[in-house]
């Protein structure tokens, strides 16, 4: 499906863009430039040899000179901090039955049981969904990747492959996910070695094999003290899948930040899902958010697929969305940022690795308006910050020109279409936005009769 953009950039070393809106937190400038109501700046941008070479108040460059976007938004280009890439796109032939995280779990193991995850396999899903996130303006992407011991050395295989011939166009990043107790076992250690040789971040679900997210077990503080030892031993960075459920016993966050105080973890922690904090009573909110703040984690929170999982039960509607406690978090000063997750497989049915659409319902869901105010970051700025990419998620002189360009004005226009005829650029020239089709794995994930 190819989409032609709502203006046309012409393929040349210097191009301004005239009469733009920005997200104010988003622009790093010290230039004087009107801001409205919610939170747009008005602004003129240069670009000259594929940086940006100046901002200015709107109106600042002459008509003739520019491409006039009329009030259009300008974004830097997306982080998508939280996806599961080698397990995407298998629906049609691992798909959950009643949409229940139990049935999402089974099918995905049985999947990988019937022998299809092969290393082609898993490449072509994966680069499947590399491809529609780069035409949907995505710039970062960490991915968990499946580790199961005799298949981990396929999936991370396909990641230093595809971070190599993806280099220049999306900074891929990686880490392990298995159920936490796995790292009290010999193949633990093999897997820790795997991931630092490969470059990647230590993680897990805070959970042991063959059960769910819920009461912390006598076990569970000997698991995580072993999981940070591995990490401080090679220097890695942790990614924790956290309470994912809607289960009040559920409250491996704080433990998870207690252990990093304790032990003067010197490394990033990054926590996802943490659905069950926003069903906790105050106190245990209150001390939560207060111990992750002074062990300074990081959350990314999932919505789409959180709501899509939680709650669910047959013949009834769900009571809560599923999602953490964003506002209370950004408030104690924890950056918060939202990410994909998963996209056509067991644990979510839906997705295209479309940050604009994973912004648009967070906005909706976790009602991440009236103001607006820093809140784009969470899909820019912030995820691009915890990944450690200097420069990345931010409008600003000297930058690379990677945006994304939306004919929208405000955000109501913004986020109440898809924007399919955005412009992508990459070092200031427009890429095909062409989204690769559905059939191109019919012979993978198609079940014939």
């Known amino acids: 499906m190819s989409t032609a953009g709502f203006v046309t950039i012409p393929d ?20 004087a430039l009107p801001i409205d109501a919610e939170g747009l700046a008005a602004v003129d941008l240069e670009i000259v040899n594929g940086r940006i070479a100046a901002i200015a108040p709107a109106g600042a460059f002459e008509a ?33 039955p ?12 049985a999947d990988r049981a019937a022998g299809h995850w092969t290393v082609d396999d898993i490449r072509r899903r994966f680069e499947f969904g590399l491809r529609c996130a780069y035409a949907h303006g995505t710039g970062a992407i960490r991915t968990h990747l499946e580790s199961y011991q005799g298949g981990a050395r396929n999936s991370w295989g396909v990641f230093r492959q ?14 392990s996910i298995v159920p936490m107790d796995v790292f009290g076992t010999g193949y633990g250690v093999e897997l820790a070695d795997l991931v630092q040789q490969s470059g990647g971040q230590l993680g897990c679900v805070t959970r042991v094999s063959s059960d769910r997210h819920g009461a912390v077990l006598p076990e569970f503080q000997m698991l995580l003290d072993r999981i940070f030892e591995l990490a401080e031993q090679r220097g890695l960075d942790l990614d924790l899948h956290v ?54 984690l990081a959350v990314v929170s999932l919505p789409m697929c959180n709501m899509y999982l939680q709650d669910r039960t047959p013949q009834r509607t769900p009571r809560w969305r599923g999602v953490t406690l964003l506002h209370e978090m950004a408030a104690h000063g924890i950056p918060v940022s939202v990410a994909s997750d998963n996209c056509r497989d067991p644990f979510y049915a839906y997705g295209d690795h479309d940050m604009l659409e994973v912004f648009t319902q967070a906005v909706r869901i976790a009602h991440l308006d009236r103001p607006y105010g820093d809140w784009p970051k969470a899909a820019t700025a912030t995820p691009a910050s915890v990944m450690k990419l200097a420069g990345r998620g931010t409008i600003a002189v000297g930058a690379a ?20 005829d955005r412009v992508v650029l990459r070092n200031g020239r427009a890429v095909d936005t062409t989204l690769p089709d559905y059939r191109d794995l019919d012979d993978l994930v198609v079940k014939t009769p």
């Open 162 to 175: 595809l971070r190599e011939e993806w280099a220049g166009r999306i900074d891929l990043q990686a880490t």
């Open 401 to 420: 020109a990677d945006l994304v360009l939306f004919r929208g004005r405000g955000m109501t226009e913004l986020l109440s279409r898809r924007q399919s």
């Open 98 to 109: 009643d949409g229940s995280f139990p049935s999402a779990l089974a099918a995905s193991i």
């Open 12 to 31: 040349h070393a210097s191009v301004r863009l005239r009469r733009a809106h920005v997200p104010a937190s988003l622009l790093q400038t010290d230039a």
């Open 243 to 296: 309470d994912e459920s809607g289960d009040t016993g559920a409250r491996a966050l704080g433990y998870v930040a207690r252990t990093a105080l304790a032990r003067g973890f010197k490394g990033k922690i990054l926590c996802g899902h943490c659905c069950s904090l926003a069903i906790q009573s105050d106190e245990v909110i209150a001390d939560t958010l207060n111990v992750c703040a002074e062990a300074g």
């Open 64 to 96: 003739a000179s520019a491409v006039d976007l009329a009030g259009g938004q300008v974004w830097p280009t997306f982080a998508d901090l939280h996806t599961h890439l080698d397990k995407g796109h298998v629906w049609p032939r691992a798909n959950n």
